[in-house]
């Protein structure tokens, strides 16, 4: 199989405006919609105090959208924050990010979006509860698979999945919006969880993945202007569905219904039209996911190509597929990645492993029944890394804003530095927040994140070995 690196690639891209906005859209709608509503109106006093969550969440996300849309068209190179936290702080931050990425964040993502698409899948085809942890192997499997295929192939998909996705949100709010309410919509309960900060922390999560659009900046055409309009638009978009897929679920489940949903874009339509529909709505849940699914794995494999084209340790991830023009490698490494943390938290086997190599350790086993394996288990485990990167990129605007002040910016955030200084508080309460809820997983958390600092100056030693003798 012929290869070519990732610095050979054509600039020119074949991603357009609106494949990039299907991206953002597919991304961030994927899941968190789906699920967690119920645990955020547990934690909030009020209906509305749940909406102008989520209202107040859009606009801080729209905050830093301005902010990576001033970074991704001053720095075309794909790769994200990868390129930026390099850029300001030097290569071990970019190692450490990109290794994070690898063996954290994002496969920790798509694994936790793929055991939603498989909790619902088990649902539509009544199988048994143990087999949600092969649905979300098979799902991950098959998309890894379908972005191997090429760049058009899983751009292809992505469409697909975000119309049918588009299609089941807007019979969703359209049902739910037209009934007249015959539910109660104050609370007859206390708040049950640990208030404000969890609730905020899961709607900001339900924004999360916007940024991912940064990291195929190099395969979008004109991107300069594409790249700022396919965050806004996106970002807009997402931010008024989300209104009005909480406004749908009240209207047709009430306050504490919704409290009490685990499942709420079923439960509201199978409360509105009956069982059949729920299920119907179950399906179109696991295509939403699936679109979620996939635009992660097509964006974040570029990440990894991108510190594997500039680190001696992962140079085979940076290469690229000639015949497919896709990083094969870097998606075969992430999927790889991903079905070993589907299996270890989703199986008993698994969960006895990590105990055991934590003991070993000298560290606090996971107290498994906290956080119940699966989806919960890995949001949790990888959102504190995720804000910590956050913040740092954050961090990294203002260094870039000074060592490069006479690069051109062809998009620039305006109210500068209002924006900057916004994006870093909200990082700084999404850090704070994520910690307090991962709690005992930090440990967990600990033993990848900081093996990355040995494997950089591993690599470091690589290149020097391969740099050739005068």
């Not at 208030?195 to 999360?208: C, D, H, K, P, R």
């Not at 594409?226 to 807009?236: M, Q, T």
């Amino acid at each position: 199989m012929a290869e070519i690196t990732t610095n050979e690639r054509d600039e020119s891209g074949p991603l357009s405006l609106w494949d990039a906005v299907s991206l953002v859209i597919g991304i961030v709608i994927g899941s968190t919609i789906y699920k967690t509503p119920g645990i955020i109106c547990s934690n909030v006093p009020s209906p509305a105090a749940a909406l102008s969550l989520w209202v107040l969440c859009g606009g801080l996300s729209f905050v830093g959208a301005l902010c990576y849309a001033e970074l991704a068209t001053t720095y075309s190179r794909s790769g994200g924050e990868y390129n930026y936290l390099t850029r300001a702080f030097g290569p071990w931050a970019g190692f450490l990010f990109g290794w994070s990425q690898l063996a954290i964040i994002q496969t920790g993502s798509i694994g936790a979006l793929s055991y939603v698409f498989a909790e619902y899948a088990v649902e539509v085809f009544h199988a048994p509860p143990a087999s949600v942890v092969w649905f979300a192997l098979g799902s991950v499997v098959g998309l890894t698979l379908i972005n191997m295929l090429g760049v058009h192939a899983g751009r292809h998909t992505q469409k697909v999945l975000v119309a049918a996705k588009l299609l089941g949100l807007v019979m969703l709010i359209v049902v739910g919006l037209s009934l007249k309410s015959g539910t109660e919509m104050t609370a007859t309960k206390p708040i049950t969880g640990p208030g404000w900060s969890l609730a905020m922390i899961l709607v900001l999560y339900a924004y999360g993945g916007w940024n991912d659009a940064a990291f195929v900046t190099a395969e979008v055409r004109n991107r300069s202007r594409n790249i700022p309009l396919a965050l806004l638009y996106g970002l807009g978009l997402i931010t008024t569905v989300y209104v009005l897929m909480n406004m749908a679920y009240l209207q047709t489940l009430g306050f504490e219904g919704l409290r009490n949903s685990q499942k709420p874009a079923a439960d509201a339509l199978a409360a509105a039209l009956g069982a059949n529909a729920g299920r119907a709505m179950s399906l179109l849940v696991m295509i939403s996911a699936l679109g979620g699914l996939n635009g992660l794995i097509l964006a974040v494999s570029r990440v990894h190509a991108v510190v594997g084209a500039d680190h001696a340790l992962f140079s085979l991830l940076g290469r690229w597929s000639a015949r497919t023009n896709t990083p094969v490698w870097s998606l075969l490494a992430q999927g790889i990645v991903t079905v070993i943390m589907i299996l270890a938290v989703g199986t008993h086997q698994g969960r006895s492993i990590i105990d055991a190599v934590l003991t070993k350790l000298h560290l606090q086993p996971v107290p498994w029944d906290s956080y119940y394996g699966g989806f919960d288990t890995l949001f949790a485990a990888s959102a504190p890394i995720f804000w910590l990167f956050f913040l740092s990129t954050g961090i990294a605007y203002f260094i870039l804003r000074r060592i490069d002040r006479d690069r051109s910016r062809p998009f620039t955030a305006p109210l500068f530095p209002l924006c900057p200084l916004l994006f870093c508080a909200t990082c700084v309460f999404g850090l704070y927040s994520a910690a307090t809820y991962a709690g005992p997983l930090l440990s967990l958390i600990a033993v990848p994140f900081l093996a990355g600092i040995p494997l950089y100056f591993l690599s470091c030693g690589l290149s020097r070995l391969a740099r050739p003798k005068a």
